[in-house]
């Protein structure tokens, strides 16, 4: 159990910031005019498992993570469609799994082959329990589906992690680590 692992602020606010801003949320003065632009400029620059750049956290307007930044609308519900093949990399994903700078799933769940948090229910048996694919889809994109109140990140609708990097982490939960 690692709830220090759960106070990483860099994809929280990364979240919140690509949320807000496609919601054009705004204000003129914290992102003038290209506000888009500027954001994946700064995007481009940071690379997953590295230290957000600090002009990203400047440009935050609460980077506190104790903070209340909470104004900000949740974004809709994603209901999505999985389309096969998988064709994820199991490494790969096992590295976003693990990485408290990318995906941090191990911040709450025990993984296949890797210890984690217990706030989450545990993963170590996925590789032999195998849920069906789509449900795993929609869980790790949008588990609001499922659960409104469920106390695990929303990693495709708000973009914390891109659909490929999903597909990676999915490979690496039922294949395990080889
Ligand atoms: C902040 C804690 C947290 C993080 C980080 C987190 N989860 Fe979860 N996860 C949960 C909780 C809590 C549940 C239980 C579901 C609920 O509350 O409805 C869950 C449920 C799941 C389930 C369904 C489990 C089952 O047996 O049906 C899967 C799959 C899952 N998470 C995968 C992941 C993956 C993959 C990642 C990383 C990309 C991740 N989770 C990151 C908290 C977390």
Not at 29 to 45: D, H, P, W
Not at 155 to 175: H, K
């Amino acid at each position: 159990m690692n709830l220090t692992a759960l106070r990483q602020p860099g994809a929280r606010c990364l979240a919140a910031l690509v949320a807000a801003s496609v919601l054009g949320l705004f204000s003129p003065g914290v992102f003038a005019g290209s506000g888009q632009e500027k954001l994946q400029k700064i995007r481009a620059k940071w690379k997953p498992g590295e230290a957000m750049v600090p002009e990203f956290l400047t440009l935050y307007p609460c980077h506190e993570e104790d903070q209340p930044c909470g104004k900000l609308p949740p974004p809709a519900v994603e209901k999505v469609a999985f389309k096969g093949p998988l064709a994820g990399d199991a490494a790969r994903g096992e590295k976003i799994a693990l990485d408290v700078r990318w995906g941090n799933c191990a911040a709450c769940h025990a993984l296949p082959g890797a210890p984690g948090g217990s706030v989450g229910p545990s993963l170590a048996d996925y590789p032999q329990r195998r849920p069906p694919v789509q449900y795993t889809y929609q869980r790790i994109w949008d588990g609001r589906v499922f659960n409104p109140d469920a106390h695990m990140p929303i990693y495709g609708t708000q973009g914390v992690l891109t659909e490929e990097e999903i597909r990676d982490v999915m490979a690496f939960l039922y294949q395990g680590k080889k």
